[in-house]
């Protein structure tokens, strides 16, 4: 399936498998320069915009009409799989293309640093929603794996999603004092990983005691970074979610912990109901998930644009973030089948 085959192309970037295509790195570029040469394939209008997101447009007979959109993003995290992310944006132009000329325009976008590494993610999409004016697309739908194993323990290869939980993402900073680690007595030191260990497992705690909440981090920097230096600053990274803000603020309470929130958001009834048409017209069972990771469909839901998200079953009892990340091909063909036909029922509208 040449869907399949560029997936792979993507995933030997950088020199796969496992490779890295983070956020602002060359490889990232890389993926978007090879999509953007089969957009041009595929006949669409090619565009990059000031946060270096691309599009890929096919004009409808009333170009005039707001847009439908679909797409999602081409960086991964370290050693990623093969399919978050780059599934939507491939999936996303076969499905375009495959649905041809509509009344209202067409466009499959890739968003740039939706993982956000190193940051707060979805870098791409909000720059592109806080620089919006008028010409906001009327639906956007966005096609995912579904990184998680419900649809694998249910036996249905596909998902409409409800809507993305609450995140909060950042950095704990902890002090101490640099010294020898060989001549400083146990008792007089100030060792900032001491710290930050206590906090990770706090953390843990905290999220274990709040219902449908998660913590992780991910991320530790030690200053000086020494094997024989006592650390004297260590950046702790921090990513909690729960289905709610309250939630996440419980979990961050308990560890005392001020960070950068993101509220759940929920999708749209218009291009969900088209999603769920779809299903119900391929005979899949109508399973519906709320999503634990986060989406650039989330950022544009949050704008205010209609918003639908579709699954694809993970296999490998759902593992994402690896390599080990799977979905079958017979899936992800019935979830082209279903996007394209959820695009040309949005995008066959008139109206608004
Ligand atoms: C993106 O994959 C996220 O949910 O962190
Ligand atoms: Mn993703
Ligand atoms: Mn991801």
């Given at each position: 399936?040449?869907?399949?085959?560029?997936?792979?192309q993507?995933?030997a970037?950088?020199?796969?498998?496992?490779?890295?295509?983070l956020?602002g790195s060359?490889?990232?570029?890389?993926?978007h320069?090879?999509?953007?040469?089969?957009?041009?394939?595929?006949?669409l209008?090619?565009?990059r915009?000031?946060?270096?997101?691309?599009?890929?447009?096919?004009?409808?007979r009333?170009?005039?009409l707001?847009?439908v959109?679909?797409?999602?993003h081409?960086?991964?995290?370290p050693?990623g799989?093969r399919f978050?992310?780059?599934?939507?944006?491939?999936?996303?132009l076969?499905?375009?293309?495959r649905a041809?000329?509509?009344?209202r325009?067409?466009t499959?976008?890739?968003?740039?640093?939706?993982?956000g590494?190193s940051?707060?993610?979805?870098?791409?999409?909000?720059?592109?929603?806080?620089?919006?004016?008028?010409?906001?697309?009327?639906?956007?739908?966005?096609?995912?794996?579904?990184?998680?194993?419900?649809l694998?323990?249910?036996?249905v290869?596909?998902?409409?999603?409800?809507?993305?939980v609450?995140?909060?993402?950042g950095?704990v900073?902890f002090?101490?004092?640099e010294?020898h680690?060989?001549t400083?007595?146990m008792a007089?030191r100030s060792?900032a990983?001491?710290?930050?260990?206590?906090?990770?497992?706090?953390?843990r705690?905290?999220?274990?005691?709040?219902e449908g909440?998660?913590?992780?981090?991910?991320?530790?920097?030690?200053?000086?970074?020494?094997?024989?230096?006592?650390?004297a600053?260590?950046?702790?990274?921090?990513d909690a979610?729960a289905?709610?803000?309250e939630?996440?603020?419980?979990?961050?309470a308990?560890?005392?912990?001020e960070?950068?929130r993101t509220?759940e958001?929920?999708?749209?009834p218009?291009?969900?109901?088209?999603?769920?048409?779809?299903?119900?017209?391929?005979?899949v069972p109508?399973?519906?998930?709320?999503?634990?990771?986060?989406?650039?469909?989330?950022?544009?839901?949050?704008?205010?644009?209609?918003?639908?998200?579709?699954?694809?079953?993970?296999?490998?009892?759902?593992?994402?973030h690896?390599?080990d990340?799977l979905s079958?091909?017979?899936d992800?063909?019935?979830?082209?089948?279903a996007?394209?036909?959820?695009?040309?029922r949005l995008a066959?509208?008139?109206?608004?």
């Amino acid at each position: 399936m040449r869907l399949l085959e560029r997936l792979e192309q993507l995933y030997a970037i950088g020199g796969g498998p496992g490779a890295n295509r983070l956020g602002g790195s060359p490889q990232e570029d890389e993926a978007h320069d090879l999509v953007a040469g089969w957009m041009h394939e595929a006949g669409l209008e090619v565009e990059r915009d000031e946060a270096g997101n691309l599009y890929g447009r096919l004009r409808g007979r009333k170009p005039e009409l707001p847009e439908v959109w679909t797409g999602s993003h081409l960086d991964s995290v370290p050693a990623g799989g093969r399919f978050d992310g780059a599934l939507g944006v491939v999936g996303g132009l076969e499905a375009v293309e495959r649905a041809g000329q509509q009344e209202r325009t067409l466009t499959v976008v890739a968003f740039r640093d939706e993982e956000g590494c190193s940051g707060p993610g979805c870098v791409g999409s909000r720059a592109l929603c806080a620089a919006w004016s008028a010409s906001r697309p009327s639906a956007f739908v966005e096609l995912h794996v579904e990184q998680g194993p419900r649809l694998q323990e249910a036996g249905v290869p596909l998902a409409v999603v409800t809507g993305i939980v609450a995140t909060a993402k950042g950095e704990v900073v902890f002090e101490g004092r640099e010294g020898h680690a060989g001549t400083t007595p146990m008792a007089g030191r100030s060792d900032a990983l001491l710290a930050a260990a206590e906090f990770v497992l706090e953390l843990r705690d905290a999220a274990a005691a709040v219902e449908g909440a998660v913590a992780t981090v991910g991320r530790l920097e030690v200053e000086p970074g020494a094997s024989n230096v006592i650390p004297a600053r260590v950046r702790v990274s921090v990513d909690a979610r729960a289905p709610d803000l309250e939630r996440v603020d419980e979990v961050l309470a308990a560890v005392r912990a001020e960070l950068s929130r993101t509220a759940e958001v929920e999708m749209a009834p218009w291009p969900t109901e088209a999603l769920r048409e779809q299903l119900v017209g391929l005979g899949v069972p109508v399973i519906e998930l709320a999503s634990g990771a986060g989406h650039d469909a989330g950022v544009l839901a949050a704008a205010g644009v209609a918003t639908g998200m579709l699954f694809v079953r993970s296999l490998n009892g759902g593992i994402s973030h690896s390599p080990d990340e799977l979905s079958a091909g017979e899936d992800i063909a019935q979830a082209v089948t279903a996007l394209q036909g959820a695009l040309v029922r949005l995008a066959s509208s008139v109206d608004g």
